[in-house]
């Protein structure tokens, strides 16, 4: 299992921090868009960390 601050490390450094969803939303399909950002489905989620939004690949789910 993986500690909290590793979690946090993943889900919070290098990313962007918006104060809602309609903004988060607006700056990813701006990317995409723009053609900076490719591939695979990206989403936009709550960080549990930092309680604003992020927006990225899904987690893989494991069995």
């Not at 500690?3 to 919070?12: G, L, M, T, V």
């Amino acid at each position: 299992m993986a500690s909290k601050r590793k979690i946090r490390r993943k889900q919070c450094s290098g990313k962007q921090r918006f104060q809602n969803h309609v903004e988060a939303c607006d700056a990813m399909h701006g990317l995409i868009r723009s053609g900076r950002k490719r591939g695979g489905w990206v989403h936009v989620y709550k960080c549990q960390f930092c309680k604003g939004y992020h927006f990225g690949h899904a987690p893989l789910q494991r069995s």
